[in-house]
């Protein structure tokens, strides 16, 4: 959205599904419908961050999705939080829906790194952040060719006034929702680390 949008509303209120709105039940099982939706609506901030730049990062997360929830529409009744989908699909001896899952990890877990790292530090520019990011995330997984990809989108970030000029009209009030946003999703990306490491989402 613009920075002439209606006053008060910011890019979080503007998403289809927030990951603050995500269930996650007492033993820490998320469903998978609520964070497939939160997903597509956080690939969304690629279209401020730079449609063209980012097309590779952003298709590339949308691709994940894409296989989780194949797998999702296949097994409905094995796949009602992401940890089933996982340990179920993983029984069937396949693991599309499950490599789709750890990589689309990966990219929630740069994203998250990129974009808190930066809301904490007022005179960092965003390629900064999403350079530290990328180094401390994604990088160590990627070849010679996805880096050089990467590293030119980061390099076509956009400065970071007018970045969150974009995002809302009111910076207080949008740094406020993102920073609940962002913990939403923080706390997302341990579960899924702590999951994915353990031997039932091995294959």
């Known amino acids: ?3 002439d949008g209606p006053v008060g509303v910011t890019f ?3 998403l289809k599904k927030s990951f603050v709105d995500v ?3 007492a033993e820490k099982n ?3 419908e609520s964070f497939l939706e939160a997903t597509e609506s956080l690939v969304t901030i690629f279209d401020v961050l730079g449609p063209t730049a980012f097309k590779l ?5 949308l691709g994940n999705v894409a296989k989780i929830r194949k797998r999702q529409l296949e097994a409905p009744g094995d796949s009602a939080t992401l940890q089933s989908l996982v340990v179920n699909e993983l029984k069937t001896k396949k693991h599309n829906a499950t490599e789709g899952l750890l990589w689309l ?3 929630l877990q740069f ?3 990129a974009l808190s790292r930066n809301l904490a530090s007022e005179s960092e520019e965003l390629s900064a952040s999403f350079n530290a990011a990328y180094g401390d995330t994604l990088s160590k997984f990627h070849n010679f060719l996805a880096r050089g990809g990467f590293k030119l989108a980061m390099s076509a970030c956009p400065y970071r006034k007018d970045f969150y000029a974009k995002l ?3 910076y207080a009030d949008l740094k406020v929702k993102l920073q609940e946003w962002l913990d939403a999703l923080e706390n997302i990306v341990k579960i899924l680390k702590t999951f994915l490491e353990s031997k039932e989402a091995k294959w």
């Open 1 to 3: 959205m613009s920075a």
């Open 12 to 14: 979080v209120d503007t």
């Open 23 to 25: 269930p996650i039940d």
């Open 30 to 32: 998320i469903e998978t």
């Open 57 to 61: 990062v952003k298709d590339d997360m």
């Open 105 to 107: 990890f990966r990219g």
């Open 111 to 113: 994203m998250y790194e």
């Open 168 to 170: 809302s009209p009111n």
